[in-house]
């Protein structure tokens, strides 16, 4: 048996035509399933609804209607959301997969809600959505200069840059400049040919020969441009901007690059509005969009930039990977704490811009935040690069960068996460539900044939007075009618936490009852439950599905509460 991985994308579809090689072999419809679940892994790429494939109902019914032993009324109830017209990928994909995760820990949160729906009853953080972090290959991004940097000082991907300290700063700084230098004689080059394309002439382009400087903070900003990664925050005040750009003692200078989809017309006009702005006489020295952004512009990009800019509409990164390409080679981040920078930043490893959490105007939310960004980059990020030749504090963070998010960008890291995470547990599930798929997929049916007469009858608690002491106990005792399923099949738990004002329980932790004496054809479970928060307190009982084989206990989706 083997381990498939599925993402949102049309290799979603692979699990359906695994159905039909499961079936090819013998078993049942349901006997497939199960095993296809088992040995699946699926991961979701983006926190925003419209980013998911979405197709016409009738279309997929139209190429999969004469899938052998796979009745085309399964495959559209895989792909079912609200919209009954509709076939939804990554629905497709969680209900193909046991196991699910995002590329990041809060595109995990994100993605635990955004699908919540789907688990009905159950609390959001129990949805069955886990997440592994994306990495980078450094081989890839890392300039050559790093890698000699990274030779002297012993490295290995055990250690990652840990003994950078026996490289002194002016060899980091020295290395620094050489990258920026290189990256400034590319950005001449390309706006030379870029203004050429569009029709100026050879002697209109004297300029492009000294625009930009090897000495100058310089800053990148290089991505897709949908709307929610916000390419033009920094364009809220353009005298703000400028003001910057320009500062006789302390200049920046920015290098943009990027691609909007085709159909994107709203990422067209971000992009024209860029232009605009750096076309001016005035600021095109010190600002760029270059045209054309692919590998092999990135790789001069990312080395060659100081700081890494990223701006998006919290919570809306799914990873953002350009900004570990970035750190890998000793460039510092600057921004919002999204994808995999709210989980990696330390605040000595670059800047968090701060975000408007929770202002619902658009345009205030944008303007709060550009606010917060020209701000760092006066009083924090622009005095501390030019703070000393070399600038001792700019080089300490450099140095922090490397060490300390070199071995968790990278790309083995992430693979070593899911092997260990999603693709070993995978396999042993897939032979031990492939050994036994008939009965399993039995016991499945079975169970949610049933799961209607499942009831919490009574619930009672003494050993506590009306209010709550902490450090006491709550004896707790449960009826619960399971009509034709039998304890084997269950677990009656009790979830409780602290109650906010609407006496709701997030995030509740859990314990088992115990089976007790039967009660009018009902069974009593008990438990001891030790009260270890203050506060407000809440708790229910319910009913979940129990097998070996199950990966979560909301698996099948399936609860009966009190």
């Given at each position: 048996p083997e381990v498939f991985h599925a993402n949102e994308g049309h290799a979603g579809f692979g699990g359906i035509e695994r159905l039909r090689e499961q079936v090819a072999l013998g078993r049942s419809l349901d006997e497939a399933r199960a095993v296809v679940r088992a040995g699946t892994v699926f991961t979701t790429h983006t926190p925003v609804p419209a980013g998911i494939d979405r197709f016409p109902r009738a279309l997929v019914e139209q190429h999969f209607a004469s899938v052998p032993g796979v009745p085309v009324s399964d495959i559209l109830a895989l792909g079912a959301e609200e919209d009954p017209e509709v076939f939804n990928m990554a629905h497709l994909g969680l209900r193909s997969a046991q196991r699910a995760n995002g590329v990041a820990k809060l595109h995990g949160v994100v993605?635990?809600?955004?699908?919540?729906?789907?688990?009905?009853?159950?609390d959001v953080a129990e949805v069955p959505i886990g997440s592994i972090t994306n990495g980078v290959h450094a081989p890839t991004w890392v300039a050559r200069e790093v890698m000699d940097i990274a030779a002297r000082s012993g490295v290995s991907e055990a250690t990652g840059f840990a003994n950078?300290?026996?490289?002194?700063?002016?060899?980091?700084?020295?290395?620094?400049?050489?990258?920026?230098?290189?990256?400034?004689?590319?950005?001449?080059?390309?706006?030379?040919?870029?203004?050429?394309?569009?029709?100026?002439?050879?002697?209109?382009?004297?300029?492009?020969?000294?625009?930009?400087?090897?000495?100058?903070?310089?800053i990148g900003f290089a991505r897709r441009v949908p709307s929610y990664k916000r390419l033009t925050l920094m364009l809220r005040d353009p005298a703000r901007l400028e003001a910057l750009l320009l500062d006789p003692e302390r200049p920046i200078q920015i290098v943009i690059a990027g691609k909007s989809h085709?159909?994107?017309?709203?990422?067209?006009?971000?992009?024209q509005q860029i232009v605009q702005f750096a076309d001016r006489p005035e600021v095109r020295h010190r600002i760029a969009f270059l045209p054309g952004y692919d590998m092999g512009m990135a790789?001069?990009?990312?080395?060659?930039?100081?700081?890494?800019?990223?701006?998006?509409?919290?919570?809306?990164?799914?990873?953002?990977?350009?900004?570990?390409?970035?750190?890998?080679?000793?460039?510092?981040?600057?921004?919002?704490?999204?994808?995999?920078w709210d989980e990696m930043y330390d605040g000595d490893n670059g800047w968090?811009?701060?975000?408007?959490?929770?202002?619902?105007?658009p345009g205030r939310r944008d303007s709060l935040e550009a606010d917060a960004l020209y701000e760092l980059l006066e009083t924090a990020v622009a005095p501390r690069f030019y703070g000393g030749s070399p600038p001792a504090g700019w080089v300490s963070m450099v140095r922090h960068t490397l060490s300390s998010l070199g071995p968790q960008v990278l790309a083995s890291r992430m693979l070593r996460d899911y092997v260990t995470d999603l693709y070993t547990p995978a396999a042993v599930a897939v032979r031990g539900v492939t050994a036994d798929a008939e009965a399993f997929s039995s016991w499945v049916s079975r169970v949610r044939g049933?799961?209607?007469?499942?009831?919490?009858?009574?619930?009672?608690?003494?050993?506590?007075?009306?209010?709550?002491?902490?450090?006491?106990?709550?004896?707790?005792?449960?009826?619960?009618h399971l009509g034709a399923l039998s304890p084997d099949d269950v677990e009656v738990q009790v979830a409780y936490g602290q109650a906010d004002e609407q006496d709701e329980v997030s995030s509740p932790s859990t314990l088992a009852m115990t089976v007790g004496e039967p009660v009018d054809g009902s069974i009593r479970y008990e438990t001891a439950l030790p009260l270890t928060t203050a506060g407000g307190f809440g708790y229910t009982v319910r009913v979940l599905p129990r097998h070996a084989l199950l990966a979560d206990p909301a698996e099948l989706g399936l609860v009966a509460s009190a």
């Amino acid at each position: 048996p083997e381990v498939f991985h599925a993402n949102e994308g049309h290799a979603g579809f692979g699990g359906i035509e695994r159905l039909r090689e499961q079936v090819a072999l013998g078993r049942s419809l349901d006997e497939a399933r199960a095993v296809v679940r088992a040995g699946t892994v699926f991961t979701t790429h983006t926190p925003v609804p419209a980013g998911i494939d979405r197709f016409p109902r009738a279309l997929v019914e139209q190429h999969f209607a004469s899938v052998p032993g796979v009745p085309v009324s399964d495959i559209l109830a895989l792909g079912a959301e609200e919209d009954p017209e509709v076939f939804n990928m990554a629905h497709l994909g969680l209900r193909s997969a046991q196991r699910a995760n995002g590329v990041a820990k809060l595109h995990g949160v994100v993605s635990r809600g955004m699908f919540a729906g789907l688990w009905p009853g159950f609390d959001v953080a129990e949805v069955p959505i886990g997440s592994i972090t994306n990495g980078v290959h450094a081989p890839t991004w890392v300039a050559r200069e790093v890698m000699d940097i990274a030779a002297r000082s012993g490295v290995s991907e055990a250690t990652g840059f840990a003994n950078l300290e026996k490289v002194d700063d002016a060899t980091i700084w020295a290395t620094r400049r050489l990258l920026r230098e290189r990256l400034v004689h590319d950005v001449r080059r390309r706006l030379h040919d870029s203004w050429l394309i569009r029709g100026a002439s050879p002697a209109e382009l004297r300029w492009t020969e000294t625009a930009f400087d090897p000495d100058v903070l310089t800053i990148g900003f290089a991505r897709r441009v949908p709307s929610y990664k916000r390419l033009t925050l920094m364009l809220r005040d353009p005298a703000r901007l400028e003001a910057l750009l320009l500062d006789p003692e302390r200049p920046i200078q920015i290098v943009i690059a990027g691609k909007s989809h085709p159909a994107d017309d709203g990422g067209k006009e971000l992009v024209q509005q860029i232009v605009q702005f750096a076309d001016r006489p005035e600021v095109r020295h010190r600002i760029a969009f270059l045209p054309g952004y692919d590998m092999g512009m990135a790789k001069v990009l990312y080395p060659g930039c100081d700081v890494w800019l990223n701006n998006p509409l919290r919570p809306l990164e799914a990873c953002g990977t350009s900004g570990m390409k970035a750190a890998l080679n000793g460039c510092l981040n600057l921004s919002i704490r999204d994808g995999w920078w709210d989980e990696m930043y330390d605040g000595d490893n670059g800047w968090a811009i701060p975000t408007a959490d929770g202002v619902e105007d658009p345009g205030r939310r944008d303007s709060l935040e550009a606010d917060a960004l020209y701000e760092l980059l006066e009083t924090a990020v622009a005095p501390r690069f030019y703070g000393g030749s070399p600038p001792a504090g700019w080089v300490s963070m450099v140095r922090h960068t490397l060490s300390s998010l070199g071995p968790q960008v990278l790309a083995s890291r992430m693979l070593r996460d899911y092997v260990t995470d999603l693709y070993t547990p995978a396999a042993v599930a897939v032979r031990g539900v492939t050994a036994d798929a008939e009965a399993f997929s039995s016991w499945v049916s079975r169970v949610r044939g049933a799961w209607g007469d499942v009831r919490v009858l009574h619930v009672e608690s003494t050993g506590s007075a009306d209010q709550p002491v902490l450090g006491s106990t709550l004896d707790l005792r449960a009826v619960v009618h399971l009509g034709a399923l039998s304890p084997d099949d269950v677990e009656v738990q009790v979830a409780y936490g602290q109650a906010d004002e609407q006496d709701e329980v997030s995030s509740p932790s859990t314990l088992a009852m115990t089976v007790g004496e039967p009660v009018d054809g009902s069974i009593r479970y008990e438990t001891a439950l030790p009260l270890t928060t203050a506060g407000g307190f809440g708790y229910t009982v319910r009913v979940l599905p129990r097998h070996a084989l199950l990966a979560d206990p909301a698996e099948l989706g399936l609860v009966a509460s009190a």
